[in-house]
Every structure is written in structure tokens, then in C-alpha cells.
């Protein structure tokens, strides 16, 4: 996915919250829109750039847009990599980490 941040930030804002999703509730099944608006539910810190990736997703945001969205991918996908790690070894009390990857 880090080959593509950049290339399709909504792709991969979207597909990290639906694995956020899958390894925080354990339900594999679920799609870009509904995981989406559960971890802005869930993360309201994030309302941004996952409402961006929404828009861009649906060939609805301006090229502004594109870009602020595209500014906050790293961060997003730092958080993102630190919930699902967190999700995987609850031992390890890491949830919301941002890591450098």
C-alpha cells in the first residue's frame, strides 16, 4: 500500500480504515463506506482526511481538496499502522501510536 499513498490517497485512506475496522472488531466483511464511517465515529480526530478520501472516492473533490488530503496521508497512515498493531498484540497497549515507518 505505501507504493501507492500517494498515486491514490482515498484508495488507501478508505482501505486503512476498513482494515482499522477488521482488526479492531474482527469483522472481515465490510465495505470502503461503511468502515469509513465507523472510524469517523470512532476517530473524530480524522473526520478530514477521511471525508476527503469519501469525496475523492467518488470523484467529488476539488484538486485544493486532492491536496490536503494527500497532506495528511503519512499521519493517517501512521495512526492507521498503530491501531492495527495495537489490534493484533492488545498486550502491547499501542493503540493510536503514531510510528515512523
Known amino acids: 500500500m505505501t507504493a501507492h499513498l500517494n498515486q491514490y490517497p482515498d484508495y488507501c ?19 470502503k463506506a461503511a468502515a469509513a464511517a ?17 469525496k475523492s472516492y467518488q470523484k467529488l473533490a476539488t484538486p485544493e481538496e486532492h491536496e490536503i488530503l494527500k497532506a495528511d496521508l ?21 493503540a493510536g501510536e503514531e510510528r515512523a515507518d
Not at 485512506?13 to 465495505?31: A, I
Open 13 to 31: 485512506v478508505l482501505n486503512l480504515c476498513r482494515l482499522v475496522y477488521s482488526f479492531e472488531t474482527r469483522d472481515v466483511v465490510t465495505s
Open 74 to 94: 503519512a499521519t493517517f497512515y501512521r495512526f492507521a499502522c498503530g491501531r492495527i498493531a495495537a489490534a493484533r498484540d492488545p498486550a502491547s497497549g499501542r
Open 38 to 54: 465507523w472510524a469517523r465515529g470512532k476517530f473524530p480526530e480524522w473526520e478530514r482526511p477521511i471525508a476527503l478520501a469519501l
